[in-house]
């Protein structure tokens, strides 16, 4: 590849890494509402027509944001769990059910502010706004998808427990917006859920 032509994709890769992270910014501080393009834009310290190169219109450039700071935490999850098996010399497709607590406690870190406020803000909007809910849908399908695959793999293979972990640590994140869930408190509750997932006694 031409030095020119690489130099030009790590600077539209950047710049849309910059768009993304402004936006989520923009979102957990001003809300849908106020994330506007020239929010994004002077936030980014970039021009709204680089705005519209990348992303085409404001809902696209949102749902992306979220989905793409999403996908980074999770992968940042699944990165974190293969090192721990590796220096516990396991193979991950083994570490199943292994070592629940902490990959309940990643999950719920990842599931947490700034995450969530621009989450949540996305949600609330896309309940009267059809546009929106057509751009956030499928990318909150992708989004879960890949925590379920998490869940079954370093949590449990049963599949309605992978979706009442996904409803705890979603409801977890959503209940600590307003009161942050101190650390003890947090993980008594991940391994009190834990050990039930073992099917260990109460108490």
């Avoid at 700034?114 to 751009?135: D, K, M």
Wanted: hydrophobic residues 40%; contains cysteine; positive net charge.
């Amino acid at each position: 590849m031409p030095v020119q032509v690489r130099r030009q994709e790590e600077r539209s890769a950047a710049t849309r890494r910059a768009l993304l992270d402004a936006t989520v910014t923009c979102l957990a501080e001003l809300g849908y509402v106020g994330t506007t393009s020239a929010a994004v834009a002077e936030r980014a310290g970039l021009s709204r027509g680089a705005q519209l190169h990348h992303f085409g219109t404001r809902d696209q450039l949102l749902v992306a944001a979220v989905e793409h700071l999403a996908q980074k935490r999770l992968r940042r999850v699944r990165d974190q769990m293969s090192r721990l098996g590796r220096s516990d010399g396991r193979q991950e497709k083994s570490s199943t059910t292994q070592n629940p607590e902490t990959a309940l406690r990643l999950l719920a870190e990842a599931l947490s502010n700034p995450l969530y406020a621009a989450s949540l803000e996305l949600w609330v909007a896309a309940r009267s706004h059809r546009a929106l809910r057509t751009e956030l849908v499928p990318a909150e399908d992708r989004v879960n998808a890949e925590l379920a695959e998490i869940c079954r793999t370093y949590v449990t293979d049963d599949s309605i427990e992978i979706r009442l972990t996904l409803d705890l640590l979603l409801g977890r994140g959503v209940s600590g917006l307003l009161a942050p869930h101190s650390s003890r408190h947090q993980a008594e509750a991940l391994n009190a859920w834990a050990r039930r997932l073992r099917g260990a006694p109460r108490g």
